[in-house]
């Protein structure tokens, strides 16, 4: 099959969330404005994920996996996501489905025009201590970036592909997508998604990993942005 998109979906620990994974990302694969399947990768979970990650695969052909021998983290998932992508443009999101598989149709109709689109979550259904500090952490990354981007901690995005598997992934560089592209020259765009609350499981996320990791990945980042390399090929022969 010709598919446009791939949809990462890391997983870790979401064995309560996986059904509804399965339903909702088979209904929007019906109504997707580009040919898409999707790529479960499995970050070391311990429940039984991994069992229903393999049915749900076995019995839809456009569902796939990998699966981490060990838990690795957010970043190196979707890394690894990036690198088994073999379509024009990929995207993710997360297994909680706090944002819309739908809304990834809001996302291409840029895609024509940008290199990286977005989600910005409207109307968030989460905690006063999650949502304040992801304003703090999103103030202190655009001081940092200035990517101009308002949330890019929204689980909702597409990359194409070729951009994406250029990017130098470390922990926590999952928040500077954005600007790592514009390192790459490309256009980004962000546009507000849906979001709601977590029906299951239990988020992963504490104050540390919500607001002092990303300040110490900001100093991470400007590190790579001194020592980027970017080029283009004129010719070749």
């Not at 309560?16 to 070391?44: C, P, T, W, Y």
């Not at 790459?184 to 849906?194: A, E, F």
Request: charged share 25%; aromatic share 10%; net charge positive.
């Amino acid at each position: 099959m010709n598919f446009e998109l791939t949809i990462i979906v890391p997983v870790y620990n979401e064995e309560d969330n996986l059904d509804r994974v399965h339903q909702e990302m088979k209904q929007f694969l019906s109504i997707s404005k580009k040919k898409a399947k999707i790529l479960f990768v499995n970050d070391g979970s311990k429940d039984n994920s991994q069992s229903l990650i393999e049915k749900i695969c076995k019995d839809n052909e456009e569902f796939t996996f990998i699966s981490f021998g060990k838990n690795a983290g957010l970043s190196a998932a979707i890394k690894a996501g990036f690198d088994y992508t073999d379509t024009p443009w990929v995207g993710y999101i997360d297994a909680d489905l706090q944002t819309a598989p739908e809304d990834f149709n809001i996302l291409m109709e840029f895609a024509g025009e940008f290199d990286l689109v977005t989600g910005v979550r409207s109307n968030r259904k989460d905690s006063f201590t999650k949502n304040m500090s992801s304003l703090i952490a999103n103030g202190i990354r655009r001081a940092f970036t200035d990517d101009g981007m308002d949330d890019t901690g929204c689980p909702l995005k597409i990359i194409r592909t070729d951009m994406a598997k250029k990017i130098p992934m470390f922990n926590g560089l999952h928040r500077f997508l954005p600007a790592m592209i514009l390192l790459q020259n490309g256009k980004i765009k962000q546009t507000p998604v849906r979001h709601f609350p977590r029906i299951a499981g239990v988020s992963n996320f504490n104050l540390w990993n919500r607001l002092l990791g990303p300040l110490q990945d900001c100093f991470a980042y400007l590190w790579m942005k001194k020592k980027y390399i970017n080029y283009s090929v004129a010719k070749k022969g």
